[in-house]
């Protein structure tokens, strides 16, 4: 199967840093990347995405970052807060599905 | 909220039992997604359902079936249940068939078999 993983398991920031969470992928065939977020007893929530003709996408407080040349995604969190403590992970489409990560778990410290 | 439901929210059974699990849509998507989620491992895509029509097959045991009624909401199957199946379950949606779309999650349901 698909290899989609995390440089880091656990990530703590304190409150109003930026947050960095990297995800290392596979297949060189994938084209379009999602970044979902999933707190305790919750399902995953889509946050945003990416697709393979793009290095770069903003969104509200977030930034995605693609670099098909090493095959690694980060997600960028400007200004965390402690709403933002969930765990994160990727998830990557070569076109029949999607391969997900075991995902990051970002603990932001008041 | 995503709009997706999902019931029961947690169902407790023993080895060899025999379960479904119900998943309504979001309001105007057609396509229902099944995936698994164990401790050890991320989101395993099961299969895929889309205007009541199989659509794609992931990582779905024999043991396991699902299948999607013409109101579109969708069921998933699991018998001879075994320890390993032990699990949160999700639901997914989207509005078209292609596995390219977001997906929107429902709450999941937390599977325990004893």
């Known amino acids: 199967g698909e290899s989609v993983g995390l440089h880091l398991p656990t990530l703590s920031v304190q409150e109003g840093d930026n947050s960095i969470i990297n995800c290392a992928y596979s297949?060189?065939?994938?084209?379009?990347f999602i970044w979902y977020k999933q707190e305790s007893g919750k399902g995953p929530q889509f946050i945003i995405d990416?697709?393979?003709?793009?290095d770069k996408r903003q969104g509200q407080r977030v930034t995605v970052l693609l670099n098909k040349t090493v095959k690694h995604l980060s997600l960028q969190i400007a200004a965390t807060q402690p709403g933002d403590s969930a765990v994160y992970f990727c998830a990557e489409n070569p076109g029949n599905q999607f391969y997900f990560g075991t995902g990051t778990s970002l603990t932001v410290i008041p | 909220d995503s709009g997706v439901t999902q019931t029961p929210k947690h169902l407790i059974t023993a080895t060899g039992q025999r379960v479904t699990l119900r998943c309504s849509p979001r309001?105007?998507?057609?396509?229902v997604y099944w995936y698994q989620q164990s401790l050890d491992q991320g989101l395993q895509f099961l299969i895929q359902?889309?205007?009541?029509?199989?659509?794609a097959k992931g990582n779905i045991l024999e043991r396991f079936s699902a299948q999607q009624f013409p109101d579109l909401h969708s069921e998933l199957n699991l018998s001879s249940l075994e320890l390993g199946d032990s699990a949160l379950y999700f639901c997914?949606?989207?509005?078209?068939?292609?596995?390219?779309?977001?997906?929107?999650f429902g709450p999941g349901t937390r599977l325990l078999v004893l």
């Open positions: 359902y889309y205007n009541g029509e199989e659509r």
């Open positions: 297949n060189s065939a994938s084209d379009y």
């Open positions: 997914a949606s989207s509005v078209g068939w292609s596995t390219r779309e977001t997906q929107y």
């Open positions: 309001s105007g998507d057609l396509s």
């Open positions: 990416i697709r393979s003709n793009m």
